[in-house]
């Protein structure tokens, strides 16, 4: 080996470069690929999530805070009602929950507010809750202020259950307690909310047990909730 190969080699040490033969780097994209394709919606987490990162090769684990996957139900979570004020979800507790992110001027709305506030009114004197969360992310669809959006619900559609503070629900600042409902039950094509009018229903544990798109209709789940209500 030639002295200035030397310093080559050398100097690669001393950096710490790991060199991948390309045999092996192709065979694990291989494997990677296979492992994709045998999922029906493709794998949660890419071939690079599951490599090591940095010189001490901590395992890339994605976004979510070690804070959030901490959490074990809804009920360790406290979100901001309309008014800024904290509410501790776990005053919720042994009730069924339906969690909704929804929005004023949605092509879903007018739709769905009435069958939420058919359901509420069925069943919540037997431990049904409803939870609705505004959020703008969807084309600019929520855009008023919290005040404007709890006139607008209040006042057409006689909402009674508690319509919270406006919020994130997908990206960097999305409400934490979204990336737990989301972890805990994925969508059809990626874990992020697709729409407005997405739901999650909540057991009496604060456990997530089904998730529904913005197209299935408050009604149509209704025999849903009577399961975990425990009525006929």
């Not at 690079?48 to 959490?71: D, E, H, I, L, Y």
């Not at 074990?72 to 901001?80: A, C, E, W």
């Not at 969690?99 to 004197?125: H, M, R, W």
């Amino acid at each position: 080996m030639s002295s200035s190969s030397i310093r080559v080699f050398n100097n690669l040490i001393a950096q710490r470069i790991l060199i991948i033969p390309s045999k092996t780097l192709s065979n694990s994209l291989k494997i990677s690929s296979i492992s994709s394709n045998s999922h029906p919606i493709g794998s949660k987490r890419s071939w690079f999530s599951t490599r090591f990162c940095g010189a001490n090769r901590t395992p890339v684990v994605g976004f979510r805070s070690m804070a959030t996957q901490s959490k074990q139900s809804v009920y360790d979570f406290t979100v901001k009602d309309a008014k800024g004020q904290d509410v501790d979800l776990s005053k919720f507790r042994g009730k069924v929950l339906l969690i909704v992110n929804v929005a004023s001027q949605c092509g879903f709305t007018n739709s769905n507010y009435p069958e939420l506030t058919t359901l509420y009114q069925k069943y919540k004197d037997q431990g049904f809750e409803i939870l609705a969360f505004p959020s703008n992310q969807f084309n600019g669809q929520e855009p008023g202020s919290n005040e404007e959006i709890q006139e607008f619900v209040c006042t057409r559609f006689k909402a009674e259950y508690p319509v919270f503070g406006k919020v994130d629900v997908n990206g960097k600042t999305a409400e934490p307690l979204y990336d737990f409902l989301k972890s805990s039950k994925g969508g059809l094509l990626g874990d992020s909310i697709k729409w407005n009018f997405t739901k999650f229903l909540v057991d009496r544990e604060g456990k997530v047990v089904d998730r529904y798109a913005p197209t299935t209709t408050p009604l149509s789940i209704e025999k849903d909730i009577k399961k975990l209500l425990g009525v006929a």
